[in-house]
């Protein structure tokens, strides 16, 4: 009988995955489930008819998932107690409307608020694209991140380099250096720098504590790979089309494979690459095949998800489909 998809866990027995050897994994590979951890300011309390019912902070969001194809479980409602729901009105973005009598947070033109994960403090604010800055998907890579970090100061590496590339708001870089890192986050989006630089700050973070820098993802790796810089941990979550703020232009399928080839020309000799993709029509096979390229190490790619907080303890666990991920990592992690 054919095995279906796996639960991972860092220790997970049953993850099949690729090894080392440059080539293609000569045996089958079953993706992998990356479950995000509970979270204490975030929940996803239901999901269906293309929906996502969730809980920032003290906000009830409404927003479109393509993902959620199947029938809510809540009953209207307590849909229809979402204090912002997002109205689509076009392809391209759409607006959000605050119920009557909705929390104070949610009201006013540009709503913003602000909520605590773990050591840092992240800053909420409703974009026309339906996303709110923080993505509680990443959740699962944030905690391989910090144990990484764990796994690294055991070996005696006080301060080891985290690369963030297409790091947008920078939760995974604020996070990252709360717990040591000495991270470089990179985005060619000025928005989303000033985005990364409150994020920061309203995490007690001063100025110096992360590089910070506004220039093309990919521009910015091939010159590190240049210099010979080199990384311990290095972050890809790229875009389907983006474009660099000296108007270079971003296309997945044409620059994901450069993308990760530079990514293992920096990597450190026992380091890790992770990388996240969104809305795009891959496989996780696809990646697998991709990090087989890099030569030694191992790879665990499969699905990011996100468990619905239990309505009903009769009903079975439900996961949101939230992006692709792969992990690859050489002599750490899960390739110890």
């Not at 979402?82 to 949610?106: M, P």
């Not at 700050?201 to 990919?218: F, Y």
Request: charged share 25%; proline share 8%; hydrophobic share 40%.
């Amino acid at each position: 009988m054919r095995e279906g998809p796996t639960l991972f866990r860092e220790s997970g027995p049953r993850c099949i995955t690729g090894t080392s050897g440059r080539g293609y994994p000569l045996r089958p590979v079953h993706p992998s489930i990356f479950e995000s951890p509970p979270l204490s300011s975030y929940a996803l309390l239901d999901s269906g008819g293309a929906e996502k019912l969730e809980r920032f902070g003290p906000v009830l969001l409404r927003r479109p998932d393509p993902q959620a194809l199947w029938r809510p479980r809540l009953s209207p409602g307590a849909w229809d107690a979402a204090d912002l729901s997002f109205v689509r009105e076009s392809d391209r973005g759409g607006r959000w409307e605050a119920r009557q009598g909705a929390a104070r947070e949610a009201r006013g033109e540009s709503p913003s608020w602000k909520i605590r994960e773990g050591d840092a403090t992240f800053l909420v604010r409703p974009t026309p694209f339906k996303h709110v800055g923080l993505f509680p998907e990443q959740a699962s890579n944030w905690a391989a991140i910090e144990a990484l970090r764990a796994e690294f100061e055991a070996a005696g590496e006080s301060r080891p380099r985290l690369l963030n590339l297409f790091g947008y708001t920078g939760a995974a870089s604020v996070l990252a250096a709360k717990a040591g890192w000495d991270v470089t986050h990179v985005d060619a989006s000025k928005t989303a720098i000033t985005w990364t630089v409150d994020n920061a700050e309203a995490s007690g973070l001063g100025r110096t504590s992360m590089r910070v820098i506004c220039e093309d993802a990919m521009r910015f790796a091939r010159r590190e790979a240049r210099r010979g810089s080199s990384y311990h941990a290095v972050l890809l979550d790229p875009p389907h089309y983006g474009r660099g703020p000296k108007g270079e232009v971003w296309q997945l399928e044409d620059h994901l494979a450069e993308l990760v080839e530079t990514a293992g020309a920096i990597a450190a000799p026992t380091s890790m690459i992770i990388l996240s993709t969104y809305a795009v029509g891959y496989s996780p096979l696809a990646f697998q095949n991709l990090f087989a390229d890099l030569g030694a190490g191992t790879t665990h790619a499969g699905e990011l998800a996100i468990p619905e907080a239990p309505s009903d303890a009769s009903l079975a666990p439900r996961f949101l489909p939230a992006g692709f991920c792969a992990r690859w990592a050489r002599g750490c992690g899960h390739d110890r």
